[in-house]
């Protein structure tokens, strides 16, 4: 055995960290003179070296959180510097370590941390949270990723028992509130994988912070439909009390409600469907808020029969309020539109003015079957806009601060963070509110607005239904309170068919109401004569003058020149002096009325936000929503994969090819859903693949988006089909698409753990060659080589 004068005589180990290995390497000691001691320095390097290399950085992998991964996780020394280690006694270590997070002082409690691990390890249990726990309170986003890092060590060190449920799921509502999404969704998908399960009020406000970016709300989706999964069909028995915790985490009205909130917020309407199918399964109950979020997924998927069946329940709800009401059928309003379905949604506007006129001669508010709302549209945007701010408000006030982690831990049914969620559920709510655009509210009855105006006409223009539009209009203006017969809506409509180039259209007009005996004021003729006569189409315009002296119209100086122009242009002299003579005889000075030209500039400029202006603006930008055969033909193809009916759903596919209908996003996600839902059907879905991207080089009718890419990548990773796999990936990177590689990781490690070990075989096909290196690809992206 060596004295301890010998051992006091070596020299002191010098560390260095590399900037790309957490490998530590002993500095060179100068050789000792003596043999003995020589070989005891020997030892004591070995020592360092060996704990040294147990304690080096894995490399953290966030999916989108971005984290500088050459700086060690545990070591507080820059590369190329050195420290002396000095022998500490761990348990003073461990104390002042409690001291500095008592003080909260992070930076250094992370110094003395890392001391600990580069000597000992972890420190121990209760340190180790008590660190976690004052990272989180900080909501410093430096902190909270080494806190994440820390978590991240425990469990790859399968040192996870050192962790609490209760500081961990505080870190996760700290990560959640600073925007770090995916290291909190993370957490919570370790607690229930370890069975540590969290409380469902816990967690649903971890849900909530994450709703409020796109990504977080699909992850959002996602753990609910994975939390989901395990009660199932009545899978956890009740009676048995040793499945409490486990029943505390089942997700509840509220915490569907967040989630469904946001897919609809950032567009993922698709993963949202997936939540309202899981509901039944699992016994929710739906409260009102979750009958109009619903009727706003149903309208944007194009679910109308199941905007029906909901009609029902709608009606019969007794704790609906008005503004919930008003949501609804504005969304069954917008499906009919979308369908193309006319007479449907003329007949419920229709109703809604009848009903108003009720209203307006009656003493008393009459009840309206389609649902009431609180006040004019105008009043109510303005609340839901000052509702919305005061909300921004208090979630600034609840992001930027958390709740002291001993009223957390006091708080056993969590009643403050239930109170928290319920503030962001009711923020975006109101988002969704605003959005309501058909329909508004005058003495307590709903009431159509200028935009439901705006897309019926559209719409009737669009498919050639004249007749049917004149008809509309005026019914609509029987029903509503006279208005001036030059600015009423078929007039508005007529003069923007003008301004559009739609002269046969507005002349078709013209003659609906002629022949309803509805008086029409001399601009509308005007207008509509100077554009015959700016085109020279000569037939038309003696046709016009027919029908306006019929309905004794006298025309202004300013057209009388026009078709003096016209007859000029086509070199009819004699044309030309008989219309000046007769604007000599009608004593009709020059310099006539230029009304319509100046509605019409005003507006071109969007002067004016009337009917006409919108009409204008809606046809020019605004893209057709009337492909009703496209969303008929998705809705069977949705029936029968819903129904895992897939033959049918195939020939229903063929059928609309063969009618000229080209499948878009939302077919092809029904057929990819219903492969995967019964399994082994990868060579139709690669199939599929292929068709996809034919009609997306063709045309632009074909959008990539988040949720086909997805469903269509976990077929491919759940089949093996890995070149496929990478062709999504390398889309969604493309597009700047959130991928949730936890669930990918997990998939992989269930279905091809054993895939891709070891030494390649010595005799390969080349296209094993190539499956092989496409599966390891794919291995090496989900961070798993």
């Known amino acids: 055995m060596f004295s301890l004068r010998k051992v006091k005589k070596l020299h002191a180990v010098s560390v260095h960290r590399s900037r790309f290995s957490s490998l530590f390497r002993a500095t060179e000691v100068t050789r000792c003179t003596q043999s003995q001691a020589s070989l005891q320095h020997g030892l004591a390097e070995a020592r360092n070296h060996s704990l040294l290399s147990k304690l080096r950085t894995s490399s953290t992998r966030f999916d989108v959180w971005s984290i500088d991964r050459t700086k060690s996780s545990f070591s507080t020394i820059r590369s190329g510097s050195s420290i002396l280690l000095q022998a500490r006694d761990p348990a003073k270590l461990n104390e002042e370590i409690q001291i500095a997070v008592d003080q909260r002082r992070c930076h250094e409690a992370w110094r003395l941390f890392e001391q600990h691990m580069q000597m000992e390890g972890f420190p121990r249990k209760s340190v180790v949270n008590n660190v976690l726990v004052c990272f989180a309170e900080s909501l410093d986003s430096n902190w909270l990723q080494k806190g994440y890092t820390l978590v991240e060590k425990a469990f790859e060190e399968s040192k996870q028992n050192l962790l609490e449920k209760e500081p961990l799921v505080y870190l996760s509502l700290a990560l959640a509130k600073s925007g770090m999404a995916v290291p909190a969704s993370t957490i919570l998908r370790k607690l229930v994988e370890t069975e540590e399960y969290p409380h469902v009020s816990a967690w649903s406000a971890v849900l909530a912070h994450m709703s409020l970016t796109g990504s977080g709300s699909y992850l959002s989706a996602e753990l609910i439909l994975e939390i989901g999964y395990l009660f199932q069909n009545n899978r956890v028995d009740p009676r048995k009390k040793s499945n409490a915790p486990l029943l505390a985490m089942k997700p509840n009205t509220q915490a569907l409600n967040i989630a469904l909130a946001g897919c609809l917020l950032f567009g993922t309407t698709r993963k949202a469907e997936e939540l309202l199918d899981m509901i039944p399964k699992i016994g929710v109950k739906a409260d009102a808020n979750l009958l109009v979020i619903m009727a706003h997924i149903y309208e944007r998927n194009g679910r109308r029969e199941e905007l029906r069946k909901l009609q029902r329940h709608i009606d019969e709800a007794v704790n609906l309020n008005d503004s919930q ?21 003329s007949k419920m506007v229709l109703e809604m003015l009848r009903r108003g006129k009720v209203a307006r001669n009656s003493l008393g508010s009459a009840i309206f079957g389609f649902g009431t709302a609180d006040d004019d549209r105008l009043k109510l945007r303005k609340q839901s806009e000052v509702k919305e701010d005061d909300n921004d408000q208090t979630l600034v006030f609840s992001i930027n601060s958390m709740i002291p982690y001993e009223e957390f831990v006091r708080d056993m049914k969590f009643l403050k963070l239930e109170a928290e969620a319920k503030d962001v559920l009711g923020a975006l709510l109101a988002k969704l509110h605003v959005q309501v655009e058909l329909i508004t509210s005058e003495r307590g009855v709903l009431q159509p607005t200028e935009e439901i105006y705006v897309k019926l006409a559209k719409a009737f223009l669009e498919s050639g239904k004249m007749k ?24 508005n409509v007529t003069n923007a068919c003008i301004s559009l180039g739609m002269l046969d259209q507005a002349h078709d007009l013209l003659d609906e109401m002629r022949m309803a005996g509805v008086r029409t004021g001399s601009s509308v003729y005007s207008s509509l004569l100077k554009a015959y006569c700016k085109t020279n189409r000569t037939r038309e315009v003696t046709a016009l003058l027919r029908d306006a002296q019929k309905a004794g119209i006298q025309f202004d100086a300013s057209c009388y020149e026009a078709l003096i122009q016209s007859q000029v242009i086509q070199n009819d002299t004699h044309g030309a002096l008989n219309v000046f003579k007769e604007m000599k005889e009608a004593k009709i000075a020059r310099g006539g009325n230029q009304q319509f030209e100046k509605l019409l ?81 990868y060579t139709e879905v690669t199939e599929l693949w292929g ?45 700047n698409m959130f991928v949730d590689k936890y669930k990918y990781r997990m998939l992989f490690l269930k279905y091809h753990k054993t895939a891709y070990k070891g030494k390649a075989p010595k005799v390969q096909s080349e296209s094993q060659l190539r499956k092989r290196e496409s599966g390891l690809a794919f291995k090496k992206w989900l961070g798993l080589s």
């Not at 609804?328 to 379905?341: P, S, V």
């Not at 009618?659 to 939302?666: C, F, I």
């Not at 063709?698 to 990548?713: I, K």
């Open 691 to 735: 068709e996809m991207k034919s009609i997306a080089a063709a045309t632009s009718s074909m959008r990539f988006d988040q949720e086909l890419l997805d469903a269509v990548l976990y077929t491919f990773v759940r089949g093996g089909f890995f070149s496929r796999a990478n062709e999504v990936v390398e889309m969604m990177e493309k597009g």
């Open 601 to 681: 500039k005003g507006c071109e400029g969007n002067a004016e936000a009337g009917l006409m202006s919108k009409l204008l603006r809606e046809i020019r930008e605004g893209q057709s929503n009337l492909d009703a055969g496209v969303h008929d033909w998705n809705s069977v193809i949705h029936f029968f994969s819903k129904k895992g009916l897939m033959q049918d759903a195939e020939k229903a596919l063929k059928r609309m090819r063969s009618l000229g209908h080209s499948p878009n996003a939302q077919t092809f996600h029904s057929m990819v859903t219903g492969y995967a839902a019964i399994g082994s059907k």
């Open 468 to 491: 049917e539009l004149a008809e509309f209009m005026l019914k609509a203006e029987h029903e509503d309170s006279p208005v001036s017969s030059d600015n009423s809506m078929l007039v």
């Open 325 to 345: 009401f008003w949501q609804f059928y504005n969304c069954l309003l917008m499906c009919h539109l979308k369908f193309g379905d006319l007479e449907s949604a």
